[in-house]
C-alpha cells in the first residue's frame, strides 16, 4: 500500500504549536488551505533545527537571488496557535526545505517516520507551500514555541520544569 502524498499549495497558513505540561508537550506542524487541515507529529527537537533550518535556507535564498525583497516575518500569537482537531495524519520522520523561484514560494516537505517493515514508497509525505513572510514567521514563532517548555539549570545544565522543585547535583542535592 503505497503513502498518501498530499499537497498544500499554497497553504493559507502554517504554525507549529505544542501541547501539554513542560518536559511532557506534544509538537505539532499544522497547515492548512481552503477546508483541508493537516497536522502532523513532531519532536522539540526536530522543530528547533526545522527553525536553524529556515533561517539558514533564507540567508541562501537572498544571497542566491539579491533581487527578492527581503519579508518580515511577524505574527499574531493568538493566529498562531494549532487549530482543533487535533488529529495528527503522522509522526515526522524527516523535513526538507525547497524553494520554486516562478512561484516564490517556500516548501517544507514533512516525510512519514518509518516503524517497523514499511517500506520508503509506503511512508506519506506532505508538502506545505508557504510565502517567504510565512516561513518566517513560522520559525520565529516556533522559536518562541520552543522556548516555553522546561528550563535549563544554569549550574549542573540539567532540565527541570519551573513549576517544580530542581534538586541541583551542583549544589550537593540542595534545592533550587
Given amino acids: 500500500m503505497a503513502g498518501m502524498e ?5 497553504v493559507e497558513h502554517i504554525t507549529a504549536d505544542a501541547i501539554g505540561e513542560p518536559g511532557k508537550r ?3 506542524l499544522q497547515g492548512w488551505k481552503d477546508d483541508q487541515t493537516v497536522t502532523l507529529i513532531l519532536e522539540k ?7 536553524a533550518g529556515i533561517e ?4 541562501e535564498i537572498y544571497k542566491k537571488f539579491p533581487d527578492l525583497e ?6 499574531q500569537e493568538e493566529k498562531m496557535h494549532i487549530i482543533p482537531p487535533v488529529d495528527p495524519l503522522f509522526r515526522v520522520g524527516e523535513l526538507h526545505l525547497g524553494y520554486h523561484l516562478v512561484d516564490d514560494l517556500a516548501v517544507i ?6 516503524f517497523g517493515e514499511k517500506d520508503e514508497e509506503d511512508l506519506s ?7 517567504r513572510s510565512q516561513l518566517k514567521a ?5 522559536t518562541e514555541v520552543s522556548s516555553r517548555g522546561r528550563i535549563t539549570c544554569l549550574l549542573c545544565g540539567e532540565l527541570y520544569n519551573p513549576n517544580e522543585t530542581h534538586i541541583c547535583i551542583k549544589k550537593n542535592g540542595k534545592k533550587m
Avoid: H
Fill in 6 to 10: 498530499i499537497d498544500l499549495n499554497p
Fill in 26 to 28: 506534544v509538537f505539532y
Fill in 125 to 131: 509525505v506532505v508538502r506545505f507551500w508557504c510565502t
Fill in 70 to 75: 527581503q519579508e518580515e516575518g511577524d505574527y
Fill in 56 to 59: 539558514d535556507f533564507l540567508r
Fill in 138 to 142: 513560522l520559525a520565529a514563532w516556533s
Fill in 109 to 114: 516537505i514533512a516525510k512519514e517516520m518509518k
Fill in 45 to 51: 527537537t526536530q522543530l528547533i533545527a526545522l527553525v
